[in-house]
């Protein structure tokens, strides 16, 4: 009898918490975003932000709310020798933000750490290059995003991308876009949408707008999206997104049912920032 008591008081515990813990993540989350925001922080964003300013003041009071929750969270971790810095930091939440702006996502809940190195990194690769032959290769890279708890990132490119905001190459877009993918353990291009019957429209126009770029990059065609978006689904999304906040005007020109679309994904009209 009291070993059935003990097991009923923990059944009952586990779901206490299972019930208790969004409630006290989100008052501790709630808690972070009224903290005085330093000013320092504010100087800072503003020097790695290029859009910033070009925000509502409503805007960027909850950018600085998302940045302050999304700096208590995350851990950075300097590879290669880099010493991180709240430089760092702020730069890389803040732009990774812009992407949550309007409450987009659970702030990457599968991410727990990002990874800087100084500038590109070396990664082996395991490559089939025919019939029962695999090869191992060294690989170049700027920035990944890791399925479970990692987003990697160059320090060095993540400064170029400060520089050139309006060329349409963000890696903590890029990578982060992956993030908002992979929410659901794959990446396949398709975030979590609010309701059910978003799913069809929005397969209907990536497909087609995938489908139309890859043809342009197949003929040659100069494309306002970068051709690596034509890699796969997974790729197209990260590079729209890319484009969708750092060339908003030609994409919605270009291309205006996926501008559309990621307009209604984001709750975001980077048009108004230029």
Not at 40 to 49: K, M
Not at 53 to 62: C, K, T, V, Y
Not at 136 to 159: C, F, M, Y
Not at 247 to 255: G, W
Request: glycine share 6%.
């Amino acid at each position: 009898m009291v070993q059935t008591i003990i097991v009923f008081v923990i059944i009952g515990l586990i779901i206490t918490g299972i019930l208790v813990s969004p409630i006290l993540i989100k008052q501790r989350r709630n808690r972070l975003k009224h903290r005085p925001f330093p000013p320092l922080w504010n100087a800072i964003i503003e020097n790695n932000l290029p859009v910033y300013l070009h925000l509502s003041p409503a805007e960027r009071r909850r950018l600085q709310g998302h940045i302050q929750v999304f700096l208590a969270e995350k851990q950075f971790i300097g590879c290669g020798g880099l010493q991180v810095t709240e430089e760092m930091k702020l730069a890389i939440a803040a732009v990774a933000c812009l992407l949550l702006l309007n409450e987009r996502g659970e702030y990457f809940p599968k991410l727990r750490s990002i990874l800087i190195y100084p500038s590109t990194y070396f990664v082996n690769e395991t490559v089939a290059t025919g019939n029962y032959i695999v090869e191992e290769r060294r690989v170049a890279r700027l920035g990944e995003s890791w399925t479970h708890d990692q987003v990697i990132l160059s320090w060095e490119q993540v400064q170029q991308d400060t520089r050139d905001w309006r060329d349409g190459h963000n890696v903590v877009l890029h990578e982060f876009a992956h993030q908002l993918d992979q929410e659901d353990g794959k990446a396949e291009g398709v975030p979590i949408l609010q309701r059910k019957s978003d799913y069809p429209v929005w397969a209907q126009v990536m497909a087609e707008e995938y489908q139309q770029l890859c043809n342009q990059v197949q003929r040659g065609v100069k494309t306002v999206m970068d051709s690596y978006g034509a890699t796969n689904p997974a790729e197209f999304f990260a590079v729209a997104t890319e484009t969708f906040f750092e060339k908003p005007q030609q994409l919605l020109k270009q291309h205006p049912a996926l501008y559309e679309l990621l307009q209604r994904y984001y709750q975001l009209d980077p048009v108004q920032w230029v």
